[in-house]
């Protein structure tokens, strides 16, 4: 053992402590801040009733004679209206039903009524039969 001057080894040792001293000054913490949560508005229903009547109408309309489109443009007017105040959310769902239903129902339409008026004037036309 070497010898330090001052170091008496049948002093009793001061405790070690647990908790290193630290040369930087106590960390001060900010207060937490209230959490504010914003909810947003509720959905239009008709506003995506009318997306969704527009998307059938370009997949499938021709088979169902134009009526989703004819649906996606009536409800994407009233969730146009429902959405104008802000009280509700879904005006772009509103719009993509109105310019869906609006570009195919007129193709829509055309194709029914000539369908209808083809199988009508077909029915109605008679036939020349040829003779023995």
Known sequence: MSYQPGYDPTRPQPPISAVPASTYPPAYYHPLLPQVVVQA??????ATASMVLGILGVLGGWCLFGIPCVLAVILGHVGLYETRNGTKSGRGMAVTGLILGYVFVGPMIALTVMVFFGGVIGAATPT????P
């Open 41 to 46: 508005p509720p959905s239009s229903s008709t």
């Open 128 to 131: 020349p039969t040829t003779g």
